[in-house]
C-alpha cells in the first residue's frame, strides 16, 4: 500500500509510525509542515483574541512560556526517535516539506502520491481538499476521549477539570468536523500514579500512538474496523493556557496521592 503521513515540525510520532510501516515493507513518504511564518502566527493570535479574548491570549502566552516548568521535556514518550533514528528513516522514506499543506504544492504533490491512506500525526486543521485524496481513508489520532474532549491538550484538560477517568485517545477517520470523524478505536487510558506529571502525560501518548499502530496493522493484514459515529455534543477545547497547566499539575498531585 502507498501510505502518506502528515505531520508538523518533525514530530517524533511521525518517525513512529513510518518506521513501523517500513518493517512492513510498505511505501512510506512523509510531509512534514515546517511550520507558521510569523505573520501566520500573527494572525492565528489575533483570531485566538477575537473568538476568545485577550485574558485568554494573556493566559495561552504565558503557558506557551511556562509549559516546561510542569512539563519536563526529559519525560518523552518516543524517547527511541533520537536524532540519528530520526536521520536514518528519513534516508530511507521518501519525503518533502510545506509551508501550506492546502497551498497548491503541496496538493499537487500529495494528489500525484494517490495515496491509499493519509495518516495525521500532530497536523493542524485538515480541509477536505487535502484529506479526500486519500483513495481508501484518512486517519487522525486525536489525544483525547471524542466528543467529550475534542481539540487541544485534551489529556492536561481533562486533568485540569479533574476527570482522570476520561483521559485517553482515539482513532477516528477525518471528516469536516473537527475530531468528530467515526471512530474505529477508542480507549481510556489510567493514569499512571507511580511517575511524575510529566511522565504520566508522556505515558498516555505512547499508549495512544500503540493504538494507531494497532488499527493500522489491522489493515494490514486484511481486517477491517467496525467504525462507529460520534455521539453529539462535547466540548472543543483550545491550546491550554498557564492557569489550566498549573490546575492539572495541582490535580494530577492530588490524583497520585490518592
Known amino acids: 500500500m502507498n501510505w502518506l503521513i502528515l505531520t508538523t515540525g518533525n514530530l517524533p510520532e511521525a518517525y513512529v509510525m513510518a518506521d ?8 512510506v513518504v512523509l510531509c512534514n509542515i515546517r511550520g507558521r511564518t510569523r505573520a501566520q502566527s500573527l494572525a492565528v493570535l489575533r483570531r485566538l483574541a477575537k473568538k476568545r479574548g485577550l485574558f485568554y491570549l494573556a493566559d495561552f502566552l504565558l503557558g506557551r512560556r511556562f509549559r516546561k516548568r510542569y512539563l519536563d521535556p526529559s519525560a518523552r514518550p518516543f524517547p527511541e526517535m533520537t536524532e540519528a533514528a530520526v536521520a536514518d528513516l528519513k534516508s530511507r522514506c521518501r519525503g518533502f516539506e510545506v509551508d501550506d499543506p492546502h497551498g497548491p504544492e503541496a496538493i499537487g504533490r500529495v494528489a500525484d502520491l494517490r495515496p491509499d491512506y493519509i495518516l495525521f500525526l500532530g497536523a493542524p486543521v485538515i480541509k477536505p481538499c487535502l484529506y479526500t485524496l486519500a483513495r481508501l481513508g484518512a486517519i487522525n489520532w486525536h489525544h483525547g476521549i471524542s466528543p467529550r474532549y475534542r481539540g487541544s491538550d485534551c489529556v492536561l484538560w481533562a486533568m485540569a477539570n479533574g476527570e482522570f477517568d476520561q483521559i485517553g485517545f482515539t482513532i477516528h477517520l ?15 487510558v489510567p493514569v499512571r500514579k507511580d511517575a511524575s506529571f510529566g511522565a504520566a502525560v508522556a505515558d498516555v501518548a505512547r499508549q495512544g500512538m500503540d ?10 493484514s486484511g481486517g477491517e474496523w467496525e467504525s462507529k459515529e460520534q455521539e453529539k455534543g462535547g466540548t472543543h477545547y483550545p491550546p491550554i493556557g498557564w492557569r489550566a ?12 496521592a490518592s
Not at 477525518?174 to 481510556?188: P, W
Open 20 to 27: 513501523f510501516l517500513l518493517r512492513k515493507s510498505q511505501d
Open 174 to 188: 477525518v471528516s469536516s468536523v473537527v475530531d468528530g470523524g467515526r471512530i474505529l478505536l477508542q480507549r481510556k
Open 211 to 220: 493504538g494507531f499502530l494497532a488499527v493500522v496493522d489491522r489493515i494490514l
Open 245 to 256: 497547566i498549573r490546575r492539572a499539575a495541582r490535580n494530577f498531585q492530588r490524583y497520585a
